[in-house]
């Protein structure tokens, strides 16, 4: 697979200032008083996703996409590039997201992308998309959640400390779907580090399984 390249990584990941607590208000939105002290919150835009200041689970808000299409959970450190946001109406959605994990000296970045559309259904089109944005040339497996059907590719190199990993995440029941790419590398930009991958797909996997469409 071809990596793709983290150039915006490390301004997203940049420290922002803090603020204290807030609640989530009748209309969804978080109102602020007094913020929990994570990068989700102390980041002015990234705020503006998170449906409450509650925890979903640990270390995990939930996250509520603009075009009311989805929700997810969102790592409480992780920030969304307002430079890279992208809205149009309630059908199309992509934005890009960043955390730095410092327990195992890794930093990731996913590009995430949604539709809403009559075409949906045509899911080799949207797989070639993928495929050609990211560089991949092989197949892609398959599960069925009941709700979701997600199709995903994966590669990881545990001395560089790369774990690479593309998704298409279909709705069984509505015309939605999204596409994600994954990709992380060493936090302290050496070409080799101690990564542990299955703890960053587990990670991952956390994210991609919470998604709900609407």
């Known amino acids: 697979m071809k990596k793709t390249i983290l150039l915006s990584l490390t ?6 200032g803090g603020c204290g607590m807030t609640k989530e208000k009748d209309n969804g939105k978080v109102e602020q008083q007094s913020m929990p002290e994570t990068e989700a919150f102390k980041d002015e835009f990234t705020r503006e996703f998170m449906k409450s200041t509650e925890e979903t689970e640990g270390g995990f808000y939930t996250f509520e996409s603009k075009t009311k299409g989805y ?7 992780a920030k969304v590039s307002k430079s890279d946001y992208e809205l149009h109406e309630n059908k199309y959605e992509t934005l890009n997201l960043g955390e730095k994990i410092s327990d195992i000296n890794n930093s990731y970045y996913i590009k995430l992308t949604y539709e809403k559309s009559p075409n949906i259904n045509d899911v080799d089109v949207h797989l ?3 495929s050609i944005t990211s560089g991949y ?3 892609f497996k398959k599960i069925d959640n009941g709700t979701n059907i997600v199709y995903y590719a994966k590669e990881n190199n545990n001395e560089k400390g790369l774990f690479y990993y593309i998704a298409l995440i279909k709705s069984n029941n509505t015309d939605q779907l999204i596409r994600l790419t994954f990709d992380s590398s060493c ?8 990564v542990d991958a299955n703890k960053l797909e587990q990670r991952l996997m956390e994210v991609v399984d919470s998604i709900k469409f609407k």
């Open 11 to 16: 301004i997203m990941l940049a420290f922002t």
């Open 71 to 77: 929700t997810m959970l969102f790592p409480e450190n």
């Open 128 to 130: 070639k998309q993928l």
């Open 137 to 139: 040339k092989g197949d």
């Open 187 to 194: 936090s302290n930009g050496e070409t080799e580090c101690d």
